[in-house]
């Protein structure tokens, strides 16, 4: 059976003054499946062409703390997946941020997580 699941895609935005990114990966959240996973995928290529002086090091380690508040380690630890995932989505002013958060429906979220980073990111 199908239920309801929240998405967003997450963006690199090397400079904020200038407004350019590029998506580096996606979360998603299905409340009804108990979910919630990011897959990130960062074209170093994509982020020099887009800002030369971009530091991927600083990058991946950002990325890797939205996997960690994704599984509720460190300070997302006591949050509920929801609760994390809005947390994630919220607007920033960072070089990483979400998009606009979409719904679908599915019957396998980390399926469905996988096919959304292979059509928007890759």
Not at 11 to 30: D, T
Not at 57 to 68: G, P
Request: charged residues 25%.
């Amino acid at each position: 059976m199908r239920k309801p699941f929240e998405y967003a895609v997450i963006r690199l935005v090397p400079r904020i003054e200038r407004g350019e990114q590029i998506n580096i990966g996606v979360i998603l959240y299905c409340q009804g499946l108990d979910f919630l996973g990011a897959r990130t995928h960062l074209d170093a290529d994509r982020a020099r062409a887009l800002a030369p002086d971009v530091d991927l090091e600083e990058v991946a380690a950002a990325l890797q703390s939205w996997d960690r508040t994704c599984v509720g380690a460190g300070p997302s630890a006591g949050m509920r997946h929801g609760e994390r995932f809005r947390w994630l989505v919220a607007p920033r002013s960072t070089m990483i941020q979400a998009g606009p958060v979409h719904t679908g429906l599915t019957a396998d979220p980390a399926a469905e997580l996988d096919r959304l980073l292979e059509t928007l990111v890759r």
